[in-house]
């Protein structure tokens, strides 16, 4: 699963509307304050994220088009 984790990941970005969202490392911390304040997980979150792209990120994969 990890090999799938880590196609998909690095898509994230590179597809228009297939694959929405932005990278880990794109991030800002100090930005997901407001949105993690009711979290009984919010000092974990951000560091959990820099973990997770250390271990997904890679070279940006571009989608197949079936244009």
């Not at 297939?18 to 991030?27: K, L, M, N």
């Not at 304040?37 to 973990?51: M, Q």
Request: glycine share 4%.
């Amino acid at each position: 699963m990890t090999d799938y984790a880590k196609m998909r990941y690095n898509l994230l970005g590179q597809a228009n509307h297939w694959f929405p969202g932005i990278r880990a490392e794109a991030i800002d911390p100090t930005a997901l304050k407001d949105c993690l304040a009711n979290s009984p997980h919010a000092e974990k979150i951000p560091d959990l994220l820099i973990e997770t792209h250390q271990l997904l990120a890679g070279e940006a994969v571009k989608r197949l088009r079936s244009d």
